[in-house]
């Protein structure tokens, strides 16, 4: 089904790996297509939970693949790649009311970065980085870089890090606010699966709920966000976990949410 990436699934949880190591996992059309088409498949598995998203080899993303890009462009302007590519799959990850945990393995440059930060969590390995490479062939951010950099880490910083193409490291990225987690290669897999396992049992609504409110929130005026605040509540109370979680809270017990 898939040649340019892995798509594994496991109880409750997909696990998407970029898998074109002999290029740090660069983004051509395919792989862009297979990973619009994946999120897809992910949006309608009711039984999936939550998402891991890495690469496969040394990197996570090394961004655009310009090799490919000669081909696939050729006389095509770079905004139809965008909004052919780019746009959806990012719209894809932002409107999937799933978390999706990146598994920061290596360098993120470029739109590969943009993937990374349009994630709901970023665990990095101490030997990840992340950068920002447009200004370094003449081009601005995409792929959703202008939304997320100055909401993780303020204007002045954004503007600095984009028009220079600052390579910053992991534990960089972490004290800019870029990333939840910095640990040692060898704790990466394990403490990806405790955020993993945390969610597989959390309430999959309620937080797919408040992922689309949180995307809204620096957005819309206060009075807004607290009459959506209202009427979504009432979502999350016509839930079974709701239900669940009153019960476990009468009876002095951990809850057994079930992601319904």
Known sequence: MYQHIQYNEQPGVVTLTLNR??????????IKSELIRAFTD???????????????????SSGQDLKAAQTEMQKKKYSEAIRTYYNPLIM??????????????????????????????????EEASLSELFVGIGLIMDSGSTYFLPRLVGSLRAFE?????????????YDF????RVVPVTQLDDTVQQFVAYYLKAP???IGLMKRLLNQSLQKPLEEMLEYEAQWQDIAAAT???QEGIRAF????????SGN
Not at 94 to 115: F, M, Q, V
Not at 177 to 180: A, E
Not at 250 to 257: A, G, I, T
């Open 21 to 30: 190591p002999e290029v740090y996992n660069a983004l051509n059309n395919a």
């Open 42 to 60: 992910i949006e309608e598995n009711k039984a999936v939970r939550v998402v891991v998203i890495t690469g496969a080899g040394k990197a996570f």
């Open 92 to 125: 894809k990850m932002r409107e999937l009311e799933k978390p999706i945990i990146c598994r920061l393995n290596g360098i993120a440059a470029g739109a590969g970065c943009s993937l990374a930060l349009a994630c709901d969590l970023i665990i990095a390995s």
């Open 161 to 173: 890090l984009a028009t220079m193409g600052t390579r910053i490291s992991a534990q960089e990225a």
């Open 177 to 180: 606010g870029m990333v939840n």
């Open 204 to 206: 999959t609504v309620a």
């Open 240 to 242: 079974k976990d709701h």
């Open 250 to 257: 009468l009876e002095k017990r951990k809850p057994n949410f």
